[in-house]
């Protein structure tokens, strides 16, 4: 399988060019800053609609509004989250004048401006610095690309590095590391795509032990065997590999190998790999989680998919039924032709009516299969099954029903767009006037569908029964 590693936290989601090489400050093995640990656990967070979706950020940070350009409010919501007081602005450049931070050198975690259109119009972009080549800022940010992501930016727009006064700088600054380049080649075998075939390999050899589907590149050194690079390739894009083997063979004036499995991941086929083309590399860290692995086991895990922490737990979360699916299964009560004062309006009401005052959740999984199998009985509060009473009178027939089916949908329309609330709690913007919008067409549907107003005090009934019933 080819790793993901465009998409791991040991490398960004796309390339940054010829000579961009970033060491262990990717991988998150070196000490980071606090707000820098809890920034990568969003890696992957992606805006809904036009700067949509980021309540949350907009919260911790203190500042902003849906709609604003968000990388300024991602940085001051991490910053925030971990007790540092931010600029609380969502301009990216006001870092560059806010009391609270102070220019310092690159270092792995402070926060990086850069200016965009121009230098002097104000504009610009705001992320948190995990290192640096001569061409590139290698950036964690947010609104990147509409998401929060690690990816390359032009060093020559960089307008200042900053960090919070008062906070103990406990890494070192950055030194840009030394980039080598040589001619490369392709080596070994891999079905993926492609079937790479190469004749003067066997399958699976490798000085490293590893099967061809974990392989990486290969240098004449020998000492830096199971070590780790970042590899440039010919059409710009880098990738994160260990060395798995000992070439190419000196005879040939080349100085590194690649892998059929990761010169596919890069892009090529056999027939478009770019032989005797330049290569650039330089030592990188492992992922993050392979630490303490040797250095197969590192291959091997790497080429089974990155490793990566998950997401903060925000802790369990009641699971809400789709939007309008309780409308649904009143739809379909309503269009049976059994339905009396025993039927499923009396327990559905019930619960629905629970469901708005209480604010829990109806179980429609247990209420589902006893609307679609009705001659099973229902199951009413007092947990004493009950037949159905028949009917020859088609419910949708009622004037009742029918005018408030027709309520119903209409609610349900204005729902739809907007223009109301949705109900019971649910939704992305839950109103009380949206549960009056849905209740109302339900509570009277369902007394045409029983009997007329004269079944309002049975119903009444059976409500105060199910509300004075003792919780355990």
């Known amino acids: 399988m080819i790793p993901s590693i465009a998409n791991s936290l040991a490398f960004p989601p796309r390339g940054f060019g010829t000579g961009s090489a970033f060491g262990s400050s990717l991988s998150g093995t070196m000490s980071e800053p606090a707000w820098l640990v809890r920034a990568r656990t969003f890696i992957g967070f992606h805006e809904t609609g036009n ?38 602005s969502p301009a990216a450049r006001s870092f560059e004048d806010n009391a609270n931070f102070s220019s310092t050198q ?22 948190f610095f995990l290192g640096q080549d001569a061409n590139n800022v290698q950036l964690l940010s947010g609104n990147d690309d509409d998401q929060v992501e690690i990816a390359p930016h032009p060093r020559s727009r960089v307008t200042g590095y900053w960090w919070p006064n008062g906070v103990p700088i406990q890494a070192q600054p950055w030194t840009d590391p030394t980039v080598s380049s040589g001619r490369g080649s ?16 066997r399958p699976n050899s490798n000085a490293l032990g590893v099967p061809d589907s974990a392989q990486g590149c290969a240098f004449l050194d020998r000492s830096t065997l199971g070590d780790w690079f970042v590899v440039t390739a010919p059409n710009g894009k880098s ?32 027939s478009t790999f770019p032989t005797d083309s330049i290569f650039t590399w330089v030592p990188a860290a492992p992922p993050p989680g392979l630490e303490g692995l040797s250095p197969k086991q590192q291959a091997i895990q790497w080429a089974n ?8 737990d925000p802790g369990p979360q009641q699971k809400v039924p789709p939007d309008n699916l309780l409308l649904i299964l009143l739809l379909m009560m309503l269009s049976k032709d059994q339905l009396m004062i025993d039927g499923p309006a009396k327990m559905l009401l019930p619960l629905l009516l629970q469901s708005a005052l209480r604010g829990t959740q109806v179980d429609i999984n247990a209420l589902l299969p006893q609307l679609l199998y009705p001659q099973r009985g229902l199951m009413p509060a007092d947990g004493v099954t009950k037949p159905l009473a028949p009917s020859n009178t088609p419910v949708l027939s009622k004037p009742s029903v029918q005018l408030s089916v027709a309520g119903l ?20 913007n839950p109103s009380d006037y949206g549960t009056l919008a849905t209740l109302v067409p339900i509570i009277t549907a369902a007394i045409g569908a029983t009997g007329g107003f004269g079944a309002l005090g049975s119903i009444a009934s059976g409500l105060l029964s199910a509300f004075r019933r003792p919780t355990t």
């Open 51 to 88: 700067n949509r979706g980021i309540e949350e950020f907009i919260s911790e940070a203190k500042t902003g509004s849906l709609g604003d350009p968000w990388c300024a409010i991602f940085a001051n919501a991490m910053l925030e989250s971990v007790g540092v007081r931010g600029t609380r």
């Open 106 to 127: 690159p270092i792995v975690g402070c926060i990086v401006t850069f200016w965009r259109v121009s230098p002097d119009n104000g504009q610009g972009h705001v992320g």
């Open 186 to 201: 392709c080596y070994s075998q891999y079905s993926g795509k492609y079937n790479w075939v190469d004749r003067g390999d």
């Open 239 to 270: 990738l994160l590999m260990p060395q798995t083997d000992i070439g190419p063979s000196r005879s040939t004036g080349r100085q590194i190998d690649i892998s059929a499995h990761m010169a596919e991941a890069f892009g090529y086929a056999p």
């Open 305 to 312: 998919g990155p490793v990566r922490p998950g997401p903060i």
């Open 409 to 428: 949908g209409l609610s349900t329309i204005l729902q739809a767009l907007g223009f109301v609330g949705t109900p019971f709690g649910m939704g992305q």
